[in-house]
């Protein structure tokens, strides 16, 4: 099946288009996952034989013992699934393997995927891999009219190609201050659960914050900066009291690029 268009309208009223991943993408994207969580399983098993081996010397009582051995099992089972649940959540819906094939999870609103639902989705790889070999997930994306297997169903995700960058575009008023300014993301560490804590609603204030910048005479713009500020940054750890307009604009301009990569989805 070939990958087909989808348009996605947010609570905003935008219209959103992406380009569903299909069975290729994904399968290529899965078999790179699970080349490296070979890797690492072997590295278990060799690490497993290696610590019954040194236990010949310990006391006959204990060279039986199947704590090892029970480790092991838990570790695989943990890595094996939490790698997939860990890697969508904090990579913004990208396994090594999605981000080398260039796919993505989202939401069906078009939103980065949630906690609950890279939670969910995972969880049901266990359902999507019966009988052998994820035969059910492979029927399901390649008959679903959006190739989604159970656990999208259920958590509400689907699988899209990232946004290629478009070159040669002509850069916006407020990326062309942000430029003469210096400013880029590196300028403000901000770790993914707290980047994670803002909504829609603070990437709309602030996007419209950005849109309007440029336009708007300095005093306005001060007092629309001191209030924002005051809205945002104290979610980032950031002080506002005593700061001048300055570098409330810049921090919030910083702040910016960060939500922009978070919630703007454009092909």
Same mark, same amino acid.
């Given at each position: 099946m070939n990958s087909e268009q989808m348009e996605v309208k947010t609570p905003e009223y935008v219209s959103l288009q992406f380009r569903l991943a299909g069975l290729g993408s994904r399968?290529?994207?899965?078999?790179?996952?699970?080349?490296? +969580?070979?890797? %690492?399983? $072997?590295?278990?098993?060799?690490?497993?034989?290696?610590?019954?081996?040194?236990?010949?010397?310990?006391?006959a009582f204990l060279e039986n013992s199947t704590v090892p051995i029970a480790i092991a099992i838990i570790a695989?089972?943990?890595?094996?699934?939490?790698?997939?649940?860990?890697?969508?959540?904090?990579?913004?819906?990208?396994?090594?393997?999605?981000? +080398?094939?260039? %796919?993505? $999870?989202?939401?069906?609103?078009?939103h980065s995927i949630t906690l609950l639902s890279s939670f969910i989705r995972n969880l049901l790889r266990l359902i999507d891999s019966l009988p052998t070999g994820y035969f059910l997930g492979i029927i399901m994306v390649f008959f679903h009219s959006k190739h989604k297997r159970l656990g999208d169903l259920v958590a509400g995700t689907i699988v899209v190609h990232e946004r290629k960058a478009k070159r040669k575009k002509k850069p916006s008023g407020i990326e062309k201050e942000i430029q003469e300014r210096g400013l880029a993301k590196e300028n403000l560490v901000i770790d993914e659960w707290t980047l994670k804590s803002f909504k829609a609603k603070d990437w709309k204030l602030i996007n419209t914050y950005a849109a309007r910048f440029m336009q708007l005479p300095k005093a306005e713009r001060d007092q629309m900066t001191r209030k924002i500020a005051d809205l945002l940054l104290p979610k980032i750890g950031v002080e506002v009291v005593g700061e001048s307009e300055e570098n409330l604009e810049n921090t919030l301009l910083v702040l910016y690029l960060h939500l922009k990569d978070e919630w703007e989805f454009e092909l």
């Amino acid at each position: 099946m070939n990958s087909e268009q989808m348009e996605v309208k947010t609570p905003e009223y935008v219209s959103l288009q992406f380009r569903l991943a299909g069975l290729g993408s994904r399968a290529a994207a899965f078999i790179i996952d699970q080349i490296l +969580l070979g890797i %690492i399983n $072997v590295a278990i098993v060799i690490l497993l034989i290696v610590v019954i081996q040194g236990m010949s010397s310990l006391p006959a009582f204990l060279e039986n013992s199947t704590v090892p051995i029970a480790i092991a099992i838990i570790a695989l089972f943990i890595i094996n699934y939490g790698y997939f649940f860990v890697c969508e959540y904090f990579s913004g819906g990208r396994t090594l393997g999605k981000k +080398l094939v260039g %796919i993505r $999870v989202i939401q069906d609103n078009g939103h980065s995927i949630t906690l609950l639902s890279s939670f969910i989705r995972n969880l049901l790889r266990l359902i999507d891999s019966l009988p052998t070999g994820y035969f059910l997930g492979i029927i399901m994306v390649f008959f679903h009219s959006k190739h989604k297997r159970l656990g999208d169903l259920v958590a509400g995700t689907i699988v899209v190609h990232e946004r290629k960058a478009k070159r040669k575009k002509k850069p916006s008023g407020i990326e062309k201050e942000i430029q003469e300014r210096g400013l880029a993301k590196e300028n403000l560490v901000i770790d993914e659960w707290t980047l994670k804590s803002f909504k829609a609603k603070d990437w709309k204030l602030i996007n419209t914050y950005a849109a309007r910048f440029m336009q708007l005479p300095k005093a306005e713009r001060d007092q629309m900066t001191r209030k924002i500020a005051d809205l945002l940054l104290p979610k980032i750890g950031v002080e506002v009291v005593g700061e001048s307009e300055e570098n409330l604009e810049n921090t919030l301009l910083v702040l910016y690029l960060h939500l922009k990569d978070e919630w703007e989805f454009e092909l």
